[in-house]
């Protein structure tokens, strides 16, 4: 009986050299996503220090937290336009340079460096957010939900773990230091990026690509993807905020408000080691996108009925909004047809949800001081959990932007 025949040498070679370049590509992702998240993440723990060091008000000391969401939104938009200008691999790395240029602005000099190296690692965050999914979409069309799913949970352990590192590395070196040694992180990612070998010609600077920004925009299935990235982001940036005071107020002791923070951004984490096996075997998302922002809800709900159980709610609400934010950011691969497309998404998306997301918190803390007590803000954040599985049963459905 005969088979078939054997690949010749050239064909096993370039066979070879596809599965190493992939596999070179994969770490390189893995690296940008341990930028999206840890810059930032290491700052809180070190606020009290900062603003006493540099004499920050309380509404400056805000304004750190909310000025990365908003470079976030107005940046956001432009991720396609770099891509036509430099290419996507340019384009990366130019973000990844900028990271640890604002990470060591932020760290050199008096407050007006530290909100200048603020907004300019916020704007080489955005890119890499907008630009990730396109990536994927370009080189694991087949992976997409696997690969969102690990770079998530690249981006939340990186985090974690900075967050949990910085204040040690602050009480041996100073502030300072120990947030500049934060610049390790890009400036690795940064020389890995530029050793890998280059990309597809299609995605070069100056190659012809479709401007797909305008119909992305006009499309109804574009601003489902939209509100449920949106919603998602909010009601987790409002958590992020006031948790450690909704528990406080509850009653819940100030150390134990702490870890419970930090178990948010832990399980959060966690959805990315499972939604990709489960992704795959579905023929839709709706089902899961629903259940995680009605996993959220519940959380929220429980905050405001059973404060005594806050461990419980607090885990739940992890494992719901980071499987969320993962099924979001897969559905800019999988809702649109190719790489320049899943660019204009992203930016859209990250655009109009970091909007939201900047204006959460500063709402539900109006609403707490208009109405006293966390009874109204939780309850509208419930009503946001589920506007957000609403949306992510319409986003889930198994179809594409048109082209």
Not at 170 to 188: D, E, I, M, N, T
Request: glycine share 12%; hydrophobic share 60%; with cysteine.
């Amino acid at each position: 009986m005969t088979g078939l025949p054997l690949p010749t040498r050239p064909m096993r070679t370039l066979i070879q050299s596809r599965s190493a370049r992939h596999a070179c590509l994969l770490a390189g992702i893995l690296l940008i996503a341990a930028n999206l998240r840890a810059p930032f993440t290491a700052l809180p723990p070190l606020l009290a220090t900062v603003r006493a060091d540099l004499g920050l008000g309380t509404v400056g000391a805000g304004a750190l937290t909310t000025l990365p969401l908003l470079v976030f939104a107005i940046v956001s938009p432009f991720g396609a336009r770099l891509v036509r200008a430099f290419g996507l691999e340019r384009a990366l790395a130019g973000a990844l340079a900028a990271i640890a240029a604002g990470v060591l602005l932020r760290s050199a000099g008096p407050a007006g460096w530290l909100y200048l190296g603020t907004g300019l690692a916020g704007a080489g965050i955005a890119v890499g957010n907008v630009l990730l999914p396109s990536l994927v979409k370009r080189d694991f069309p087949d992976d997409v939900a696997a690969l969102t799913g690990a770079y998530a949970l690249a981006a939340g352990l990186v985090a974690a773990l900075g967050s949990a590192a910085v204040a040690p590395l602050a009480q041996a070196w100073g502030w300072r230091a120990a947030l500049a040694a934060f610049a390790v992180l890009p400036a690795v990612a940064l020389l890995a990026w530029l050793a890998l070998p280059r990309a597809q010609a299609g995605m070069a600077a100056g190659a012809p690509a479709r401007r797909q920004g305008p119909a992305v925009w006009r499309s109804a299935l574009a601003w489902q993807v939209t509100l449920f990235l949106g919603l998602n982001s909010t009601v987790y940036y409002i958590a992020i905020g006031w948790l450690p005071t909704i528990l406080a107020d509850a009653g819940v002791a100030a150390t134990r408000a702490g870890s419970l923070h930090g178990i948010l951004q832990l399980a959060s984490a966690v959805p990315g080691l499972l939604l990709g096996p489960l992704l795959r075997r579905l023929r839709d998302q709706r089902l899961p996108a629903a259940g995680a922002a009605l996993l959220a809800a519940v959380a929220l709900a429980g905050l405001q009925l059973a404060p005594q159980w806050a461990g419980a709610w607090v885990a739940m609400f992890g494992l719901g909004s980071g499987a969320s934010f993962i099924l979001g950011l897969a559905f800019v691969g999988l809702r649109t047809g190719n790489a320049q497309q899943a660019a204009a998404l992203s930016g859209m998306a990250q655009c109009a949800g970091y909007l939201l997301a900047a204006a959460g918190p500063m709402a539900i803390g109006a609403l707490h001081d208009a109405l006293g007590g966390w009874d109204a803000p939780l309850g509208a954040c419930v009503a946001l959990a589920l506007a957000m599985a609403g949306a992510g049963v319409l986003a889930g459905r198994n179809v594409r932007i048109p082209a």
